[in-house]
């Protein structure tokens, strides 16, 4: 299976974590996913977080 890729930046915009790029509702629902959903969600929310960054509203570290 594939690791939570919480990074314990827990901020939203617009329902997105500014941490690790996924939903309220992929956040909630991970632990009852598949191998395949999980890469799906990895994947948006790692195109998520890009567009993030492009508007400059990327995570703080």
């Given at each position: 299976?594939?690791?939570?890729?919480?990074?314990?930046?827990?901020k939203?915009?617009?329902?997105?974590?500014?941490?690790?790029?996924?939903?309220?509702?992929?956040?909630?629902?991970?632990?009852?996913?598949?191998?395949?959903?999980?890469?799906?969600?990895?994947?948006?929310?790692?195109?998520?977080?890009q567009?993030?960054?492009?508007?400059?509203?990327?995570?703080?570290?």
């Amino acid at each position: 299976m594939s690791k939570n890729p919480c990074i314990d930046i827990c901020k939203f915009a617009d329902e997105i974590c500014l941490g690790c790029g996924r939903s309220k509702r992929e956040i909630k629902a991970w632990k009852k996913l598949d191998k395949a959903e999980r890469h799906t969600v990895l994947a948006e929310s790692a195109q998520r977080l890009q567009a993030l960054k492009a508007k400059g509203r990327s995570k703080s570290r």
